[in-house]
T-cell receptor
Framework: ELKVEQNPLFLSMQEGKNYTIYCNYSTTSDRLYWYRQDPGKSLESLFVLLSNGAVKQEGRLMASLDTKARLSTLHITAAVHDLSATYFCAVDMVGGATNKLIFGTGTLLAVQP | DADVTQTPRNRITKTGKRIMLECSQTKGHDRMYWYRQDPGLGLRLIYYSFDVKDINKGEISDGYSVSRQAQAKFSLSLESAIPNQTALYFC?????????????FGPGTRLTVL
């Protein structure tokens, strides 16, 4: 059974600081997705990582995937208040084409002025 | 206009009532999904459909049923609602293998069962 764990579950950080959110998963997969959710809102796709060593960057966020370690990271550079949200990673089931995503429990990020 | 829409956006119902949540999409995707979100548990897959004739159970299908009326429409029913089905429900769509299989989510339906 595929399990996906994120840590930390809650992250309070100051503006201008850097931090990393970790996403570990338990079985082989080579497709991993990062989503952002604002309170009471839907999920917004941030990154799609489709192979070992994939790295994607958008603004102050950078995501990477290490399939051998079964680990993805979401790095935040010089955080700003607008990045406050809950971030989810989601992993596709083994085989990829099933497209059945297993989600982590999310990381609630609060960026303080 | 939104690519994935859900109706209703909010619903309060009583235990034992039958309710239907509807999802429509204009993205032209064949694959559609229903998830529920509970605090601290992330999103969990209820049912998914890869085309009109293909319906599959997800992690937590008990107490739910679905109908895929057309490529663009996928409905979720609670035959006899119970309080622990109180949650935020999301519909999602994705494209075919060979592409990213990225899932696109609707705005959600907040369901409260009293």
């Amino acid at each position: 059974e595929l399990k996906v764990e994120q840590n930390p579950l809650f992250l309070s950080m100051q503006e201008g600081k850097n931090y990393t959110i970790y996403c570990n998963y338990s079985t082989t997969s080579d497709r991993l997705y990062w989503y952002r959710q604002d309170p009471g809102k839907s999920l917004e796709s941030l990154f799609v990582l489709l192979s070992n060593g994939a790295v994607k960057q958008e603004g102050r966020l950078m995501a990477s995937l290490d399939t051998k370690a079964r680990l993805s990271t979401l790095h935040i550079t010089a955080a700003v208040h607008d990045l406050s949200a809950t971030y989810f990673c989601a992993v596709d089931m083994v085989g990829g084409a099933t497209n059945k995503l297993i989600f982590g429990t999310g990381t609630l990020l609060a960026v303080q002025p | 206009d939104a690519d994935v829409t859900q109706t209703p956006r909010n619903r309060i119902t009583k235990t034992g009532k039958r309710i239907m949540l509807e999802c429509s999409q204009t993205k032209g995707h064949d694959r559609m999904y229903w998830y529920r979100q509970d605090p601290g548990l992330g999103l969990r897959l209820i049912y998914y459909s890869f085309d009109v004739k293909d319906i599959n159970k997800g992690e937590i299908s008990d107490g739910y049923s679905v109908s895929r009326q057309a490529q663009a429409k996928f409905s979720l029913s609670l035959e006899s609602a119970i309080p622990n089905q109180t949650a935020l429900y999301f519909c999602a769509t994705s494209d075919l293998p060979g592409n990213t299989l990225e899932q696109f989510f609707g705005p959600g339906t907040r369901l409260t069962v009293l």
